[in-house]
């Protein structure tokens, strides 16, 4: 079956520290890829996709993440992180034969110390 | 933010008992979804809906129902509540389904003692 690992499930860091979030998928062709962010007590917002292209994306709020198909890969980085980036990440994975149903990761909890 | 909402917020139910909980978006989007959430597992897709009166099942749909009589209308059912369907649920919609972003509704927090 297709799943969606992120190796990370929780993460502490310091404002100003750089940030990298795994996302490995199992499927083999085409694909949909997103990153998805939940701050505390709010619904879930996204961050950025990749659908096709440039496998360099860039998000909102600083974030990007780069596509390696040869790896299975979407990992989510920005440079310097800030307090107001804690919160939990998702990632997603939608491949050409799933019929509109993304395969979700478990999530990356994310804690930034001021 | 998408024009979202999922009534109600917060419920507190009895074992046993029926509840529905409302998904109204006013975007005009073809594809709902409800999800439920749990710590250790992530976000779950109960069901979907692609179009008005179709629907089809998720991954965790076993003690679920759902209705979609109109667009904008996205009803997820609990026949006989159980305490293990105490979880948040967020209802997503999206324009084109499979390829096209999700976008969230803010949850429902559902208790079953």
């Known amino acids: 079956a297709q799943s969606v690992s992120q190796h990370n499930h929780h993460v502490i860091l310091s404002e100003a520290a750089s940030l990298e979030l795994g996302c490995n998928y199992s499927y083999g062709g085409t694909v949909n890829l997103f990153w998805y962010v939940q701050y505390p007590g709010q619904h879930l917002q996204l961050l950025l996709k990749y659908f096709s292209g440039d496998p360099l994306v860039k998000g909102i709020k600083g974030f990007e993440a780069e596509f390696i198909k040869s790896k299975f890969s979407f990992n989510l980085r920005k440079p310097s992180v800030q307090w107001s980036d804690t919160a939990e990440y998702f990632c997603?994975?939608?491949?050409?034969?799933?019929?509109?149903?993304?395969?979700w990761g478990l999530g990356t909890s994310l804690a930034v110390n001021p | 933010d998408a024009g979202i909402t999922q009534s109600p917020r917060h419920k507190v139910t009895e074992t046993g008992t029926p509840v529905t909980l409302r998904c109204h978006q006013t975007?005009?989007?073809?594809?709902m979804y409800w999800y439920r959430q749990d710590p250790g597992h992530g976000l779950r897709l109960i069901h979907y809906?692609?179009?008005?009166?179709?629907?089809d099942k998720g991954e965790v749909s076993d003690g679920y129902s759902v209705s979609r009589s109109k667009t904008e209308d996205f009803l997820l059912t609990l026949e006989s509540a159980t305490s293990s369907q105490t979880s948040v649920y967020f209802c997503?919609?999206?324009?084109?389904?499979?390829?096209?972003?999700?976008?969230f509704g803010p949850g429902t927090r559902l208790t079953v003692l």
């Open positions: 997603a994975v939608l491949n050409a034969g799933n019929n509109r149903k993304l395969i």
């Open positions: 975007e005009n989007h073809r594809y």
């Open positions: 809906s692609y179009g008005v009166k179709d629907t």
């Open positions: 997503a919609i999206s324009l084109a389904g499979g390829a096209d972003t999700q976008y």
